[in-house]
Nanobody
Framework: QVQVVESGGGLVQPGGSLRLSCAASGSIFSINDMGWYRQAPGKQRELVARIPDGGSTNYADSVKGRFTISRDNAKNTVYLQMNSLKPEDTAVYYC???????????????WGQGTQVTVSS
């Protein structure tokens, strides 16, 4: 089985920074794609940032210039550096990994349990 675990959330003042980590472990052959999503109260879950294996990145317009996603392939880990945080960034942040578990072309989707980010003074 594959496990995806997020960490690094917490309470931060507006304008502050947080760095989220997401580590995938288990029966992993390779990870094709990893990304961060968030869900605020009363809103649908939305894409924050993603980084495919090829190294390209994709960001929501609301976080461009403030957030940076990166991967450490050796550790099967993805990071989200969040700077200049705003109250509207408050949400539960979820990590998603698209994983190959063997040499086949099949890709499986795994989600973490989420980590709370609260931006408040």
């Amino acid at each position: 089985q594959v496990q995806v675990v997020e960490s690094g959330g917490g309470l931060v003042q507006p304008g502050g920074s947080l760095r989220l980590s997401c580590a995938a472990s288990g029966s992993i052959f390779s990870i094709n794609d990893m990304g961060w999503y968030r869900q605020a109260p009363g809103k649908q879950r939305e894409l924050v940032a993603r980084i495919p294996d090829g190294g390209s990145t994709n960001y929501a317009d609301s976080v461009k210039g403030r957030f940076t996603i990166s991967r450490d392939n050796a550790k099967n880990t993805v990071y989200l550096q969040m700077n200049s945080l705003k109250p509207e960034d408050t949400a539960v942040y979820y990590c998603k990994a698209l994983v190959r578990v063997d040499t086949s072309s099949r890709v499986y989707q795994y989600w973490g349990q989420g980590t709370q980010v609260t931006v408040s003074s």
